[in-house]
């Protein structure tokens, strides 16, 4: 019975989603290179952030931000990235669920909104370092976008990861829902890097 019911639970949230496509209107925005910043001199300490907002008409984005604590206490975010169609037309095909051309980068909501759900976690420089050259490895990688596999929470899911959190089993859902259970999974721990 609980099978059936994990099943069907998994299978009506799919058939959610892709009937939501079908009304999502237009919610594509250009994407450009991810955002790499160089870290200022003085920098003390490093942070990764989690981020997912809701779009209207749209399914929501998530995506990560690094940055740098510099002598003052002052905040840098020095890298914003995700993952995301390539273009207008695999925008469009991918929310009926089919596999499309798909970019790790940036759009400008990424860098101007505010988002709706974040988590940050302190990192150390070498963390920081590794990352900075994990985002670079991916965007040779990552280059087939799926709205239910292996979308921006995927992406999101691919970088907690390699920094030792838990990520939800399920990426296919609502980004700002996946950016906050993957809060929840991971904030009563001690964090590691």
Sequence with gaps: MVRFVSKAWLFGTLGLLLVTAADAGDTYEPTHPPRIFAVPADAR??????????????????????????????GHQTVVVGFMPRS??????????????????VTRSDLVRRPDARFRIAINETTYLRLVSEV????????????????CNSFVSEIASSVGLQTPLITAQYPVGYITELHALNAPRTLRN
């Design 45 to 74: 300490a490093f942070y990764l952030e989690f981020r997912a907002r809701n779009e209207v008409g749209g399914f929501g984005h998530s995506y990560v931000t690094l940055g740098a604590i510099d002598a003052s206490g002052q």
């Design 88 to 105: 207008a037309d695999d925008d469009y095909w991918s929310k009926f669920g089919l596999p499309v051309t798909g970019l790790v980068g």
């Design 136 to 151: 670079r490895s991916l965007r040779k990688t990552w280059t087939h976008y799926g709205l239910v596999v292996h979308n």
